[in-house]
């Protein structure tokens, strides 16, 4: 087992995001104990195999098994070329159902829950508000620079990976949105280390000062659902923010 981690983060140090990185150890890391307790290595694994370690998995739904399947394939592709043989498998990316967003009474309920006057309150509010705002997916986010913040012409710059490998956009925000981020970023001070320079941090545990992640901003998502009675998701935001503008009567096209 120990072999195959150290095979594990060889491959992740060629990753150039430390986001990317992170959520491919998580499958990967899975699928190393999946074959240790049965006493394989990676060279063993077939296309059967794989369908029966996914099949396993009964928490990932189709999405999640189709974003692992691709992980594993790029990492033996590394490790063993070709040669493997889950080197030439494909599997059809699964439809997603229509995805949910949230309503203005619900969005007016999760600013209300944040107590502004701990750090992590100020935290929360001032990235769920920016989302909203910007439309910035979860890794655009935590990646935000403090160079690349600038409150006093209410804008930003960052880069939005999509599936086209992303943009660099300038973003506009308001005034109260501006309020919020230099409430927190009077928090940030005391709490970011040296070399964080992402505008979010972690506020406690042991990734105190340190960016936050994805993978983080997905579970306090999910602690807070179950206190405001709604769920949602970093990406929540983006098609919350669409269809205020259509809401609102912003043109999308009108220049």
């Keep these: 087992m120990l072999a195959m981690m150290q095979e594990v983060e060889r491959f992740l140090r060629t990753r150039k995001s430390p986001n990317t990185a992170a959520g491919y150890r998580l499958v990967l890391a899975r699928l190393v104990e999946w074959l240790s307790v049965r006493s394989l290595a990676f060279t063993d694994l077939t296309p059967a195999l794989f369908e029966e370690f996914l099949n396993d998995q009964h928490q990932w739904k189709a999405v999640s098994k189709h974003l692992a399947f691709n992980v594993t394939r790029s990492f033996l592709r590394w490790q063993y070329g070709e040669e493997h043989a889950l080197s030439k498998v494909r599997r059809k990316r699964p439809k ?7 309503t203005q009474a619900q969005f007016e309920r999760l600013l209300e ?3 502004t006057m701990t750090p992590i309150g100020a935290r ?14 979860a ?8 160079v690349d913040l600038h409150l006093e012409s209410l804008s930003l710059i960052a880069l939005d990976k999509g599936a086209d490998g992303g943009e660099w956009r300038i973003c506009k925000f308001s005034a109260p949105v501006a309020s919020y981020l230099a409430a927190w970023l009077a928090h940030r001070q005391t709490i970011a280390l040296p070399n964080t320079d ?10 105190k000062g340190k960016p936050n992640h994805r993978f983080g901003l997905l579970s306090r998502c999910r602690e807070i659902s179950e206190k405001v009675g709604f769920k949602f998701t970093p990406h929540v935001f983006r098609r919350f923010m669409a269809t205020r503008m259509l809401q609102l009567k912003a043109s999308t096209i009108a220049t």
Excluded at 124 to 137: I, S
Excluded at 139 to 146: E, H, S
């Design 96 to 102: 997603s159902k229509p995805q949910p967003t949230i």
């Design 113 to 115: 829950f944040f107590n």
């Design 124 to 137: 929360d509010l001032a990235l769920f508000a920016l989302a909203a705002e910007t439309g910035l997916r």
């Design 139 to 146: 890794t655009a986010l935590c990646n935000l620079k403090m």
């Design 198 to 207: 992402t505008v979010f941090c972690s506020v406690y545990g042991i990734k």
